[in-house]
């Protein structure tokens, strides 16, 4: 069993740096493209099953890639982002300069009702029996097309980190791939964040760099050493063996896990941001 989560293409929210949650905001013009481009990256997948959020910006994205596939996407409310209460509607500034005392208790780890509506753990609650359900449908390959927010979290869950803070896991690029495959028992996370078909450098790796965090691309190949600090600011590329980046991203995972990262693809890609506490998984076989 196939299953590929697609983050929604940019909204106009997205574009201007409003919280969302339940909020419908309307695909922008560059999201617009995004969807038309992680569709036709997806053209000529045998496909048996399209579901989605029932919010128009996953809805629009989920109906160019059934246009390219061959299939009908199913609108699920289940699948909708995180509910943000108060804070839907307020630029991110906004936020901060009104609820501090949220956002600090967020940095901690507290599980809190954000903004006054859903806790992170109610939003894991709500999509982990759906998750379960097409885990162990008739399917061969659906596709599910939400918000980053849900597949951060359920991402995180499955690779056991879901109340570590910073997460290992990192943030999502618009229409990005995340691939999970359940077989016998046994989830495997074959990428994560793959963005490629529209970003060759994901929108995140250029705020950290504007941060000032560096930014290491570790390519596996045939040959090569194990992962190293990079000494400097800005992005660094190394190339690793597989088993050695393998074995570097799971000692950032935590124990009890119940799903474990694919071994690293020759050609592919791992970004990690160095500068966090303990380094951070951001994507993974990127390229695929």
Same mark, same amino acid.
């Given at each position: 069993?196939?299953?590929?989560?697609?983050?929604?293409?940019?909204?106009?929210?997205?574009?201007?740096?409003?919280? @969302?949650?339940?909020?419908?905001?309307?695909?922008? $013009?560059?999201?617009?493209? @995004?969807?038309?481009?992680?569709?036709?990256?997806?053209?000529?997948?045998?496909?048996?099953?399209?579901?989605?959020?029932?919010?128009?910006?996953?809805?629009?994205?989920?109906?160019?890639?059934?246009?390219?596939?061959?299939?009908?996407?199913?609108?699920?409310?289940?699948?909708?982002?995180?509910?943000?209460?108060?804070?839907?509607?307020?630029?991110? $500034?906004?936020?901060?300069?009104?609820?501090?005392?949220?956002?600090?208790?967020?940095?901690?780890?507290?599980?809190?009702?954000?903004?006054? !509506?859903?806790?992170?753990?109610?939003?894991?609650?709500?999509?982990?029996?759906?998750?379960?359900?097409?885990?162990? !449908?008739?399917?061969?390959?659906?596709?599910?097309?939400?918000?980053?927010?849900?597949?951060?979290?359920?991402?995180?869950?499955?690779?056991?980190?879901?109340?570590?803070?910073?997460? &290992?896991?990192?943030?999502?690029?618009?229409?990005?791939?995340?691939?999970?495959?359940?077989? !016998?028992?046994?989830?495997?996370?074959?990428?994560?964040?793959?963005?490629?078909?529209?970003?060759?450098?994901?929108?995140?790796?250029?705020?950290?760099?504007?941060?000032?965090?560096?930014?290491?691309?570790?390519?596996?190949?045939?040959?090569?050493?194990?992962?190293?600090? &990079? =000494? !400097?600011?800005?992005?660094?590329?190394?190339?690793?063996?597989?088993?050695?980046?393998?074995?570097?991203?799971? $000692?950032?995972?935590?124990?009890?896990?119940?799903?474990?990262?694919?071994?690293? @693809?020759?050609?592919?890609?791992?970004?990690?941001?160095?500068?966090?506490?303990?380094?951070?998984?951001?994507?993974?076989? =990127?390229?695929?």
């Amino acid at each position: 069993m196939h299953i590929t989560f697609i983050r929604h293409g940019e909204s106009v929210s997205n574009a201007a740096g409003i919280w @969302q949650g339940h909020a419908n905001a309307e695909l922008s $013009d560059r999201g617009r493209a @995004q969807a038309e481009a992680v569709a036709e990256r997806l053209r000529g997948e045998a496909v048996d099953r399209i579901v989605c959020s029932d919010l128009a910006r996953a809805h629009a994205t989920a109906e160019a890639i059934g246009a390219a596939v061959g299939r009908t996407p199913e609108p699920v409310e289940v699948w909708r982002e995180i509910h943000l209460g108060r804070w839907e509607g307020l630029r991110r $500034d906004e936020v901060a300069a009104r609820y501090p005392d949220e956002i600090a208790a967020l940095a901690r780890g507290e599980d809190i009702r954000v903004g006054g !509506g859903e806790r992170w753990s109610d939003l894991l609650a709500r999509i982990g029996g759906a998750f379960t359900e097409l885990a162990t !449908g008739p399917e061969d390959h659906v596709i599910v097309v939400v918000h980053g927010g849900v597949i951060v979290t359920l991402l995180s869950d499955l690779l056991g980190v879901f109340a570590a803070r910073p997460r &290992p896991v990192g943030k999502l690029s618009n229409t990005s791939l995340t691939r999970v495959e359940v077989s !016998g028992g046994r989830t495997v996370v074959r990428s994560y964040n793959d963005a490629l078909h529209v970003d060759a450098e994901a929108s995140w790796t250029r705020e950290m760099n504007e941060r000032g965090r560096r930014v290491t691309a570790m390519r596996p190949a045939g040959s090569g050493g194990a992962v190293t600090e &990079p =000494e !400097g600011d800005g992005l660094t590329e190394i190339t690793v063996l597989p088993e050695e980046l393998h074995r570097w991203a799971t $000692d950032k995972l935590g124990d009890g896990r119940r799903a474990e990262l694919a071994l690293p @693809q020759v050609g592919s890609r791992c970004l990690s941001v160095a500068s966090r506490s303990g380094g951070t998984v951001w994507s993974w076989n =990127e390229g695929l």
